[in-house]
């Protein structure tokens, strides 16, 4: 039997979760599970700068820093890293700790920052960038027509998740033979809650159970 997890608004961070790993979205948005580990606090030392709140102004670019974003259309709030306005045009910028790859869940979190700010600010944001640490790379994302209603799929899918009530099934990775149990699945590896969600030790359960 599910339980409803009612939410009146949804933090964006969770949605780069859920485009990583629905279970994981679960654990974090519905139980309240957080655990940490190297990846973890690397990400949060990363953010030190942004997270200062400082506003800067340099050659007419003003960078204001972890600004509060909302939007009552999609019941989304939460923070933009960055925000860099220029001549009353404005870019959400996101950093991260990995190195640059095309992320989508890095996407969809940057795309609903600029939804949101589309909203409080009754404007068009064509595009942001994400800044990848690891690389020393920015990104610059168009939010496409396609991004965004992929966004705003994923908002409802959250939603949808969280009225469900129910914990969705681990990842599976990839299965050698028809007997073995499959391996760890690559997002796994890296997770900080691998070690509460047990993928692989559900997956035997499961098996044992329909045999």
Sequence with gaps: MSDEIELDMLSISYLSTLEY????????????????????VEGKMRHRMSDSGHTTSEDGVTMLRRVWVWSDRLRLSGFADVVEEQDGRFKPIEYKKGKWGQWLNNHVQLCAQALCLEEMLATRIPCGSIFYFGSAHREEVMFTEELRQHTEETVQLAFTLLERGELPPPLVGKQATATSLPDLHPKCRECSLEPLCLPREVLAMRKIGTM
């Design 21 to 40: 790993c629905s279970r994981c979205f679960y654990y974090e948005c519905a139980l309240g599970e957080f655990m940490e580990n190297a990846h973890v």
